[in-house]
């Protein structure tokens, strides 16, 4: 029988951690069950429609968007689908549902998103590359966003998009098990790239567990007369206070009040003639419209030695269509045509919202 002291054998298999001693912790609990990874998974790809329509338009291509698969894992077992370079848009949730959330794509097939919104055609993933893949993804999560605030029946918050070009191994993850979506995505004739979204499993579980009923207090009964002689204390008169007991007796102590939800109107878009008007007060407002044909960069001794005769070559090709500036803003580009001896510009395209936000201070 044991006095109850360790051995040394004991002892020696404690300092060097378990040994061959065998403690059970008892069965991890998963953090998300297979019902709520299925209801979360439905309750994303009621979002795919949009996400592909808010990209498209930024991109100004033709979008395609899989409905994404939706799984379990940890930092290991993500790691084992992630590797080289890649791209890391941070939009953790703040209210409502507050926990980890974030966009993780391969740096090389960032540049298809990227690309087509700065106008370029093989950019490279320099700062203004990243900035753009904030405004993409923060686009993209809008509806992901809506969708968890709906089902929870709350308001969800995030905080601003924070991008960042890092090694795989480098990719900030929430700890323990995580919520991963696997979305397959396709930008005009380029080859598809996968894009992955991750959730912390509390945020998850705060969208589906706030979404179902929950059940209401069954109201306690009470009798006309403890009622009446409540109401008659009151400066009422006695008849008054009895008849106003009974009709709350009746109304409380008979049966479950019936509960219907409130029925709101449907939201009709806004006329376009009210917009206009609003706009018609700035229609005789002037604004300079300038014609650039190039620019250049010359040292000042450069300038002063100009005279009659000098040629100054600009950063624009023979040919290359002009820019068309509005109060010194790029809005669109032109080509140069003769009309009745005066020159003229032909539009020959309105450059895209997020070149023209590039453009400002």
């Known amino acids: 029988m044991s006095d109850g002291s360790l051995s040394q054998d004991e002892i020696d298999a404690l300092l060097q951690g378990t040994g061959g001693m065998d403690f059970d912790s008892g069965p991890t609990t ?12 439905q309750l994303v790809q009621g979002t795919v ?63 298809y998103i990227a ?70 995505v396709k930008v005009d004739d380029q080859p598809p ?21 929950q059940p ?9 007369g403890s009622m009446g002689g409540g109401m008659g204390g009151m400066n009422m008169g006695g008849a008054q ?25 449907n939201l009709s878009q806004t006329p376009v003639g009210s917009e206009q008007g609003n706009i018609g007060l700035l229609m005789d407002v002037y604004m300079e419209m300038t014609v650039e044909l190039g620019r250049t960069r010359k040292l000042i001794k450069e300038i002063l030695g100009m005279g009659e005769g000098t040629i100054i070559e600009l950063d624009k090709l023979a040919g290359e269509p002009v820019d068309i500036l509005v109060n010194h803003k790029l809005i669109a580009k032109g080509e140069v045509v003769v009309i009745d001896e005066n020159f003229g510009v032909r539009v020959t395209e309105i450059v895209s919202p997020m070149e023209r936000m590039s453009g400002m201070p």
């Not at 940890?74 to 689908?81: I, K, L, M, V």
């Open 241 to 265: 206070g009895g008849d106003m007991g009974g009709m709350m007796g009746m109304q409380m102590g008979g049966g479950n009040a019936s509960v219907q939800s409130v029925q709101f109107p």
């Open 30 to 41: 998963p953090a998300l069950s297979e019902q709520q990874r299925q209801q979360f998974q």
């Open 115 to 184: 690309g087509p919104m700065m106008g370029q055609e093989g950019v490279e993933l320099d700062d203004a590359a990243v900035n753009a893949l904030q405004e993409a993804f923060s686009q993209i999560a809008g509806p992901v966003i809506t969708a968890l605030g709906d089902n929870a029946g709350t308001t969800v918050m995030n905080d601003p998009p924070i991008g960042r070009q890092i090694d795989a191994s480098s990719v900030g993850l929430p700890g323990g098990q995580f919520v991963k979506l696997t979305y397959s």
């Open 49 to 111: 429609g949009s996400q592909e329509s808010n990209l498209s338009l930024l991109v100004n291509n033709e979008v395609s968007i899989q409905a994404p698969s939706v799984e379990l894992v940890d930092a290991e077992g993500f790691s084992s689908s992630v590797s080289g370079e890649v791209v890391q848009v941070q939009i953790n949730l703040t209210e409502g549902t507050p926990g980890h959330h974030s966009y993780i794509l391969d740096a090389g097939a960032a540049v």
């Open 193 to 213: 790239f996968e894009v992955y979204e991750v959730f912390d499993a509390a945020v998850v579980q705060a969208a589906l567990g706030a979404g179902a009923s």
């Open 216 to 224: 209401q207090a069954a109201p306690q009964p009470a009798s006309a």
